[in-house]
């Protein structure tokens, strides 16, 4: 018999990790959001100058809906930018403008990781879910040995990419804002005094990637050690 409650403390520091990382980005994202920018352009109009720059014409900027819900569709070659950062001129938006940005830069010149996290994201989206089922399942036939055996493996296995898309994202979002620091400093966007605001908001939101990642990795941990332990 194997205990499903076993380990379960290997989900505390996951869990107060990704709650503070919430907490963080939010409260970052507010103070900042209340300091307008010395330029006083918006979000959408700073990230269309970015792809100008870069020559980068394939490429649109929409505004959507929502809280901290702006990302780059690549299939659909199209920047979206939540309505506060669209239209807003400050810090925070410009931030987060340009890491999108930083993104579509990404793909125009096939920065690797993305490629590698693109490639493993269906696998890794599968395993997530189907993966826990086949070690449970696994679990629950304990009696049938091998085959219980192969189910449990199975499941790590496929958890495995999960956990490693975590990991890889880690690069591609440090990258996305590392450049758009560099191009709102030396392409006057934001003085040297505003950058430091918006190190914080792109610092903040890398947190709950750094979160995400460690959670799945201890996950990962608790089902092997869970799937050895027998009574
Ligand atoms: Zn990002």
Redesign the pocket.
Known sequence: MYYFYSYWWLIIPGMLLSLFAQWKVKSTYKKYQQVNSKKNITGAQTAKYILEAYKINDIAVEETGGTLTD??SPHEKVIRLSTNVYRGTDIAALGIAA??V??AIQYSKSYAPIAIRNTVFPIASLGSNLGYVLIILGMILGSLGSISQIFILGGIALFSFFVFFTIVTLP??FD??NRAIKILSKGGFLDTEEIEGAKKVLGA?ALTYIASAITAVLNLLRLVLMSRSRD
Request: glycine letters at 10%; proline letters at 0%.
């Open positions: 990302h780059y890491h999108e930083g993104h591609v979002e996305a804002s939101a």
